[in-house]
T-cell receptor, first 114, second 113 residues
């Protein structure tokens, strides 16, 4: 069965610090990978997605993620965070055999100190 | 504006009562989903429906029921059999076959007293 692990439950950073949130998945076949974000008081929304091709994917608001197949990882990065990046971040996976649903990780709460 | 509406935002019920959470979408999406969000556990899939009059159990379907009589609507009933119903419930929809691009509603926080 597919699963997604996010080992950092709560990350606290100062503004301008660099960010890396870990995401590992378990599935041996082809996968599609996603990061979703939930800003305080807002709907959950798609941040970025990977299907194929360049393993470095760029999303909105300066976020990027790198797919490393050998490590089953899809870590989220941002070189310099802002206070407005305070949110909860969810990694998700969708195996090509299951176009009907995706599996979410447990989420990482990111708090940015102004 | 197109989107997903969930009502009410906050819901309180006494233990032992069934309660139905509403989810409506005007995005013309075929597929709809219900998730439960608990602190530290992320989103867990309760039920999903790819087309009208058809739905499948997710990972934690026990104690819940759904119906899909109309394309726009996918109500979730939390029954008295659900052992720990207090949670934040999220509804989502997608174009059929594109499960990755989920559009979420604002959620309903259910508290069972």
């Amino acid at each position: 069965a597919q699963s997604v692990s996010q080992h950092n439950h709560h990350v606290i950073l100062s503004e301008a610090a660099s960010l890396e949130l870990g995401c590992n998945y378990s599935y041996g076949g082809t996968v599609n990978l996603f990061w979703y974000v939930q800003y305080p008081g807002q709907h959950l929304q798609l941040l970025l997605k990977y299907f194929s091709g360049d393993p470095l994917v760029k999303g909105i608001k300066g976020f990027e993620a790198e797919f490393i197949k050998s490590k089953f990882s899809f870590n989220l990065r941002k070189p310099s965070v802002q206070w407005s990046d305070t949110a909860e971040y969810f990694c998700a996976v969708n195996a090509d055999s299951s176009a009907s649903k995706i599996i979410f990780g447990s989420g990482t709460r990111l708090s940015i100190r102004p | 504006d197109g989107g997903i509406t969930q009502s009410p935002k906050y819901l309180f019920r006494k233990e032992g009562q069934n309660v139905t959470l509403s989810c409506e979408q005007n995005l013309n999406h075929d597929a709809m989903y219900w998730y439960r969000q608990d602190p530290g556990q992320g989103l867990r899939l309760i039920y999903y429906s790819q087309i009208v009059n058809d739905f499948q159990k997710g990972d934690i379907a026990e104690g819940y029921s759904v119906s899909r009589e109309k394309k726009e609507s996918f109500p979730l009933t939390v029954t008295s059999a659900q052992k720990n119903p207090t949670a934040f419930y999220l509804c989502a929809s997608t174009v059929r076959g594109r499960a990755y691009e989920q559009f979420f509603g604002p959620g309903t926080r259910l508290t069972v007293l």
